[in-house]
């Protein structure tokens, strides 16, 4: 169903460069004392794209590259963009890595990642500008790879240290600008088919535990055609990750949500690191996102030694929905070439 891969070489482009394959680099990141929290993904080929479903099986991942960029502040969204970019640019050398999808420019040097923001672009109102270093504070000792599939997660630093400055424009003006110093995240998924293919819909999230750990955890429902699967992981600056053995997802207050799709308001996980029980739920406090497919979330966790909220990103999608053509049409608007 999934392939499963950790470790920080998870970076470097695996797929093979044909038709209908897709790779995207995604990053967040939050600063709890200004509420505000930020969504960075570059897309080489974009398979959520109404344009890249509709050219499947041809899909040309360099035609359909671009980026999605999301800035957030008390759990409401400041300013957004996805975008299919005309100039684009992927240069690896040994284990560094530069992207470029239009404005937008990712580097990785080491065990570091900067990021530079600009997604202005003609006759557009609002803008972000800014760069923020991702700085991984775990060594990993642990190296895990399970699953095929046609859809790879490759989970690389799911703990980082984030620093940088923000501004949000309007037209030339600056609107409101910020020094950014929170904790983040990278991943990195690729495939070889319409997210579809191997499933319904997934739950997938990030989320502090305390100052040391992160929990990361996904889940597909059980469908017809697929299992459940559960699989989680414990984040921390000493141990690095570590796989949640006998990981069980349950989902809670299942609601019915405006865009018919029936979603869990919070996720209970439990299982075992290192012989010992683990129990957290996490509560989907905040939608930042929300549409006919998709949901994306700004999550808290409690747990019974950390009674504290903590907070995180999540998300739900709603895979099988990309094939409806109403669906298609309806997410065409937002998207532009620059």
């Keep these: ?69 999301s800035l957030y502040r008390r759990g409401k969204k400041l300013a957004g963009f996805v975008h299919h970019t005309e100039h684009n640019e992927i240069i690896t050398h040994q ?51 399970d699953g095929e599939g046609n859809h790879c997660w490759r989970l690389i630093a799911p703990q980082c240290k984030v620093e940088g400055t923000l501004s949000l424009f309007q037209y030339d003006d600056i609107y409101s600008e910020w020094t950014f110093n929170g904790h983040g995240y990278h991943d990195c998924n690729s495939g070889t088919d319409a997210l579809y293919a191997d499933y319904d819909d997934w739950y997938w999230g990030r989320c502090h535990i305390d100052n040391d750990q992160t929990i990361i955890y996904y889940h597909y429902p059980m469908s017809r055609e697929n299992e ?41 996980i439990r299982g075992t690191i290192d012989g010992k029980e683990l129990n957290i739920r996490i509560r989907h406090a905040h939608a930042l996102e929300f549409g006919p497919f998709y949901y994306r979330y700004m999550i808290e966790s409690e747990t019974n030694q950390h009674p504290l909220k903590n907070h995180g990103i999540a998300e739900y999608f709603n895979a099988k929905r990309l094939k409806s053509r109403l669906v298609r049409t309806m997410i065409k608007t937002p998207m532009q070439r620059v």
């Design 1 to 69: 169903m999934m392939h499963v891969k950790v470790g920080m070489d998870g970076d470097l482009p695996m797929r093979v460069q044909e038709p209908g394959t897709y790779e995207w680099w995604y990053f967040d990141a939050i600063d709890e004392s200004q509420e505000l929290a930020i969504t960075i993904i570059f897309f080489d080929g974009m398979p959520m794209s109404p344009y890249w479903l509709e050219a499947l099986p041809n899909a040309d991942s360099r035609e359909y590259s671009g980026y999605a960029v």
């Design 95 to 145: 284990d560094e890595l530069h992207i470029r999808m239009g404005g937008m420019t990712f580097r990785k040097s080491g065990d570091s990642y900067i990021i530079g923001i600009d997604t202005e672009y003609p006759d557009s109102v609002n803008s972000i500008h800014g760069e923020l270093t991702f700085h991984n504070t775990h060594e990993q000792k642990h190296t895990f790879e």
């Design 228 to 268: 459940e699967l559960n699989i989680g992981f414990i984040a921390d600056s000493v141990h690095g990750i570590k796989k949640i053995e006998e990981c069980r997802i349950q989902l809670e207050n299942i609601k019915l949500t405006s865009s018919l799709m029936r979603i869990a308001s919070s996720i209970n």
